[in-house]
């Protein structure tokens, strides 16, 4: 039973930690969305649409953010052969995919009464596609085999290739000409937006971080009841093969 | 009343600002639905299995009840 030694471990502070991060989710959501909807001044130059950026923005930071965790534990699965990395690697990529759909689309929706297009092919927008596309084909080989860990093994290596689109995104704006405007948090020299803006991309993002946490142990938990039933059920078969050959 | 419908216009972005919320809540909602479903769907079935292997064991020293008796005959 120690190969369940790291799981056990993992439920047990999952367990602890679960009840907290719903609550921090729910609290923080909840005064970010009333912050962003109504106790935050509209924008000078973008009147009310400025409103999406409270959840465009701190989506496309959990796409990235998920990514990264998502090549890290990948990398920790193929060169430590840790069980559990892979389990959380897998549990991490749906949500990081829910996060990017959400940017792009809202990305879209802000596009088009500043810009006047909905999407344009330009290097940010493009690379953010691509980061979804990973997401995708991320999840369709890790379930593409019979042998659940050949599979995972491939959408590991391809989540490991795929971490060079993560510094295309944060500099595509700086790189190319674009649509997309800079960075204005997250830069040199401090952030450049006003703090009546700043309380609720915060606390969007806190709530969003907050959010993968309770999905990342729910699924975690679906993964390793998964495994085990594996072990179990392969352990009957060959019990019945043995009953069979005495 | 008349703040409300103001609230809701959004400046004239309603179209644009509420279809983004929207979305997102309905999108992280399914996500949450979703893996709340498969944890409890994956971990039932591990208890079921688990309350199974007790029977199995009993099986096993049903079976081994006949060997004397092929040993006598």
């Given at each position: 039973m120690h190969r369940f030694a790291n799981p056990a471990r993992f439920m047990r502070i999952a367990a602890l930690v679960h009840p907290w991060a719903v609550g921090v989710a729910i609290?923080?959501?909840?005064?970010?969305?009333?912050?962003?909807?109504?106790?935050s001044p509209a924008d000078y130059q973008q009147g009310e649409s400025v409103r999406i950026m409270y959840i465009h923005v701190p989506a496309a930071w959990m796409g990235l953010f998920c990514y990264v965790s998502m090549a890290v534990c990948s990398a920790m699965a193929l060169i430590w052969k840790h069980p559990l990395a892979d389990l959380l690697a897998r549990a991490t990529a749906p949500v990081g995919a829910a996060f990017t759909f959400i940017c792009l689309v809202t990305g879209a929706l802000w596009g088009?009464?500043?810009w006047g297009t909905w999407w344009v092919w330009d290097a940010r927008l493009t690379s953010m596609l691509i980061l979804l596309f990973l997401y995708l084909g991320y999840m369709a080989l890790a379930d593409a085999f019979d042998d659940p860990q050949r599979g995972q093994k491939a959408a590991a290596i391809l989540a490991l290739v795929g971490v060079v689109n993560v510094p295309i995104i944060k500099y595509s704006v700086d790189w190319w000409n674009t649509l997309h405007q800079p960075a204005s948090v997250m830069k040199m020299g401090g952030p450049s937006i006003d703090k009546t803006m700043m309380v609720p991309l915060m606390l969007m993002a806190v709530g969003f971080h907050a959010f993968w946490l309770v999905v990342l142990i729910l699924r975690t938990r679906a993964e390793i009841a998964a495994a085990k039933v594996r072990t179990l059920r392969m352990a009957q078969v060959h019990a019945a093969g043995q009953g069979e050959q005495a | 009343m008349e703040s409300l419908t103001s609230f809701l216009a959004m400046g004239g972005y309603g179209g644009f600002v509420w279809p983004a919320y929207a979305l997102t809540v309905v999108v992280l909602a399914a996500v949450v639905v979703a893996s709340i479903r498969a944890a409890r769907a994956r971990e039932a079935e591990l208890e079921q299995l688990q309350k199974m292997r007790p029977g199995r064991a009993r099986r096993r020293e049903a079976s081994a009840v006949p060997n004397p008796e092929k040993q006598a005959s």
């Open positions: 609290l923080a959501l909840g005064a970010g969305l009333w912050f962003g909807l109504i106790g088009k009464p500043m | -």
